[in-house]
């Protein structure tokens, strides 16, 4: 079992950056499949990216592609996402999500979720 505690969110204005972190407890992270997702208000609950146990491959939604990027160090047991060029539709709880059988935009997939952290990007 592993336990995900997101931290970095808060207030920015568009054009601005962030950068997210995802902690994760125990000393099995890099046996973990680790995702990012988002939820706006009144929304589903969507991709934004995933990045495999070795951190050799990463995948992202369209939406985020060339503005976000994931990565990851097993080292520290922690994933990140760093936002750049934030729009405001990109305001949302962000979370982070863990398994351990595939590298999938699919949040019904993942068995891990942290409690979110909200970004909230100004126009």
């Known amino acids: 079992q592993v336990q995900l505690v997101e931290s970095g969110g808060g207030l920015v204005q568009a054009g601005g950056s962030l950068r997210l972190s995802c902690a994760a407890s125990?000393?099995?992270?890099?046996?973990?499949?680790m995702g990012w997702f988002r939820q706006a208000p009144g929304k589903v609950r969507e991709f934004v990216a995933v990045?495999?146990?070795?951190?050799?491959?990463?995948y992202y939604a369209d939406s985020v592609k060339g503005r976000f990027t994931i990565s990851r160090d097993n080292a520290k047991n922690t994933v990140y996402l760093q936002m750049n060029s934030l729009k405001p539709e990109d305001t949302a709880v962000y979370y982070c999500?863990?398994?351990?059988?595939?590298?999938?935009?699919?949040?019904?997939?993942?068995?891990?979720w942290g409690q979110g952290t909200q970004v909230t990007v100004s126009s």
């Open positions: 125990g000393r099995t992270f890099s046996t973990y499949v």
């Open positions: 999500a863990a398994n351990r059988r595939i590298v999938t935009f699919s949040p019904g997939e993942y068995d891990y």
């Open positions: 990045i495999s146990m070795s951190g050799g491959n990463t």
